[in-house]
């Protein structure tokens, strides 16, 4: 008997409704390459066929176990509002900034936004449930439910935005903004590099 064990990357989305699915996966397909997705729901000819043309693997109402760390959280991306713009008279009372280093083992769990003055250690993580900002080079574990973060992330780097993760390849080298607009998850470089004070 030979025996292999796999790490695998697991997207759980429960299907209420197949035409907001589509959408949301016709926009954001990319993500899930490198992943399996366990769909709950009615499985139809027309949405199996989507699934193989994309590339996608999916497996079908199949209960997976659960990690005991895994903390389930249940976003509907589809539910989001669009990113409202912040008048400038508008005070952010929810705001931290923080200029320390965020050192390997270190998890920083925030309510608000942060402005990160500093970098992220691989070994070290964020998790937060609003906006992030991070000035410095990231190779640790972000997890972020906000509007929008803003980072520059290393190829150690383990970044996800609402459940989804998000290919490094897409922020390295440069400072980029990553939000959910329309329900597509949009990256988009800050083209002048900024000289933080």
């Given at each position: 008997?030979?025996?292999?064990?796999?790490?695998?990357?697991?997207?759980?989305?429960?299907?209420?409704?197949?035409?907001?699915?589509?959408?949301?996966?016709?926009?954001?397909?990319?993500?899930?390459?490198?992943?399996?997705?366990?769909?709950?729901?009615?499985?139809?000819?027309?949405?199996?066929?989507?699934?193989?043309?994309?590339?996608?693997?999916?497996?079908?109402?199949?209960?997976?176990?659960?990690?005991?760390?895994?903390?389930?959280?249940?976003?509907?991306?589809?539910?989001?509002?669009?990113?409202?713009?912040?008048?400038?008279?508008?005070?952010?009372?929810?705001?931290?900034?923080?200029?320390?280093?965020?050192?390997?083992?270190?998890?920083?769990?925030?309510?608000?936004?942060?402005?990160?003055?500093?970098?992220?250690?691989?070994?070290?993580?964020?998790?937060?449930?609003?906006?992030?900002?991070?000035?410095?080079?990231?190779?640790?574990?972000?997890?972020?439910?906000?509007?929008?973060?803003?980072?520059?992330?290393?190829?150690?780097?383990?970044?996800?935005?609402?459940?989804?993760?998000?290919?490094?390849?897409?922020?390295?080298?440069?400072?980029?903004?990553?939000?959910?607009?329309?329900?597509?998850i949009r990256i988009i470089p800050v083209l002048k590099e900024t000289k933080w004070a």
């Open positions: 008997m030979r025996t292999k064990q796999y790490s695998v990357k697991v997207f759980e989305v429960i299907l209420d409704d197949e035409k907001e699915f589509l959408s949301f996966f016709d926009k954001n397909y990319i993500f899930f390459k490198d992943s399996l997705l366990s769909i709950h729901g009615k499985a139809s000819k027309s949405l199996e066929s989507y699934l193989q043309e994309k590339e996608l693997k999916y497996i079908f109402n199949t209960q997976l176990p659960k990690s005991k760390r895994t903390k389930e959280k249940t976003e509907t991306l589809t539910k989001k509002e669009d990113p409202v713009v912040t008048k400038p008279e508008e005070k952010q009372d929810n705001l931290q900034v923080i200029d320390k280093l965020v050192r390997s083992g270190q998890e920083l769990k925030i309510d608000g936004d942060l402005l990160l003055l500093n970098r992220v250690n691989s070994g070290g993580s964020i998790n937060i449930n609003g906006n992030l900002i991070v000035t410095q080079m990231v190779e640790g574990d972000i997890r972020c439910y906000g509007k929008f973060m803003m980072l520059k992330a290393s190829p150690k780097a383990n970044i996800v935005f609402h459940d989804v993760e998000v290919d490094n390849s897409y922020l390295k080298d440069k400072l980029n903004r990553v939000e959910l607009i329309n329900n597509e």
